[in-house]
């Protein structure tokens, strides 16, 4: 009888937080198995591209030459936001304002909306984001803010995906997230995601097409934003490690943590869009390591299968290699950061706040319908729930930072 075969399948030794000396063993170890096992792939999945030629293929050294990512308002373009957020009160009567109405009626830029439809544009087929800076966050209030965010996104990208499903305990479509430090007014065993700490994030993406992230405050000390193109980790494992653009290509096991009765879901990490009459060859990578490691209080479910080495190797390989491609932004007050989520992962470095200087962002997950890419048949449930029948009168724009308590196999919304 062979006892190994019978013995359960073990989670890989791998954390959420990266581990260089435990990725480079298993690299090691890894790749010195493959030599002797002859009949594992060395070539790409059918179909899929040997290398990427495009603007969003960048690295650190051409986009720093190449790219201006900053934006910086005019004069006319702050008077005329500020013209259009008159406009809107003005036809919104003496209430809160009802922000799920903006659109590009009720929020008119008759000048800067070019400027904003050609970011649009470099966000989706440019290098895929952009800042816009300039804003004069103290001379507005929280919800002029959110409100002035909210308009100059709906001439780039009008379609805005809801955060959550519950506010307050009720149902309603909850359009923004705040992204800030709760763990000095939470209880930390209620924080399972690192975007409410302070602690280092790592690379991911968000949900949805471009992620958005307006800046209230910034933190005292660190805190900068990092992006790295998907693409062109694509084409360093391409030419190094076919084996592992497989691996990104197959099933993984997807923990959602309770919110359904299986507990789990299987998808690709990585998407080959072949070339169309419409569209260009694109691939896209969607994923969040703590799905598949766990976080803080909230580990791996122990009742779904556990990931492979091949896999363990494969999710270090994106960490690693996104940090040797990586730009980092900083934030300033007032400052909106446009990113096209199926091109960049992003990641965040650790932060310090102090009593007068806290970081404080806004996130929002767009879509632009006119020049969205087509969404992977694996990705599309989860795009539905984002995007579809979102209507004005249940928009929901909070004007504190918030954190919905989990429940365990309770529905818990969009959580990312």
């Avoid at 004069?75 to 259009?84: G, K, R, S």
Wanted: glycine letters at 4%; one cysteine or more; aromatic letters at 10%.
């Amino acid at each position: 009888m062979n006892t190994a075969a019978s013995e359960p399948l073990r989670q890989p030794n791998i954390s959420y937080e990266p581990n260089l000396e435990t990725y480079n063993a298993r690299r090691k170890q890894r790749y010195e198995a493959l030599q002797l096992c002859s009949t594992v792939p060395t070539t790409l999945p059918h179909g899929f591209p040997q290398r990427l030629e495009s603007t969003l293929a960048w690295d650190v050294t051409s986009v720093k030459k190449e790219y201006n990512w900053v934006y910086h308002l005019t004069d006319t373009d702050v008077q005329e936001i500020d013209v259009a957020l008159k406009y809107f009160r003005s036809t919104n009567g003496n209430g809160p304002l009802q922000l799920g109405a903006i659109n590009v009626e009720t929020f008119p830029l008759p000048t800067l909306r070019n400027t904003l439809r050609h970011i649009s544009n470099e966000i989706h087929n440019g290098y895929g984001f952009k800042v816009i800076r300039g804003l004069a966050v103290q001379a507005y209030s929280t919800e002029d803010n959110i409100a002035i965010y909210a308009g100059l996104s709906a001439h780039l990208a009008p379609a805005r995906g809801r955060q959550d499903t519950i506010f307050q305990g009720k149902p309603a479509d909850v359009m923004i997230l705040h992204i800030k430090d709760l763990t000095k007014t939470m209880d930390v065993q209620n924080i399972t995601a690192p975007a409410f700490t302070s602690e280092t994030q790592v690379f991911h993406t968000d949900s949805g097409d471009v992620v958005a992230l307006f800046a209230l405050g910034i933190a005292a000390e660190g805190g900068q934003s990092k992006l790295a193109s998907s693409w062109r980790i694509y084409n360093e494992l391409a030419a190094t490690r076919p084996d592992l653009i497989r691996t990104l290509a197959d099933s993984w096991p997807v923990d959602d943590f309770g919110k359904t009765d299986k507990g789990y879901h299987l998808r690709p990490l990585l998407y080959h869009h072949r070339q169309t009459q419409t569209s260009p060859e694109r691939i896209i990578i969607q994923y969040a390591r703590r799905v598949f490691t766990g976080y803080r209080t909230r580990p791996r479910s122990s009742n779904i299968p556990p990931i492979t080495e091949a896999q363990a190797e494969a999710l270090d390989a994106l960490q690693f290699l996104a940090e040797e491609n990586a730009i980092s932004l900083d934030f300033q007050p007032g400052d909106i950061q446009y990113i096209n989520n199926l091109s960049i992962v992003h990641a965040r470095e650790a932060y310090t706040d102090s009593p007068t200087q806290q970081r404080h962002l806004i996130r929002m997950w767009l879509r632009d319908p006119a020049l969205a890419w087509p969404t992977p048949e694996a990705l599309k449930q989860g795009w539905t729930r984002l995007y579809e029948q979102v209507v004005p009168e249940k928009c929901v724009f909070p004007l504190e930072p918030f954190m919905r308590i989990p429940v365990i196999n309770k529905p818990q919304g969009i959580d990312k």
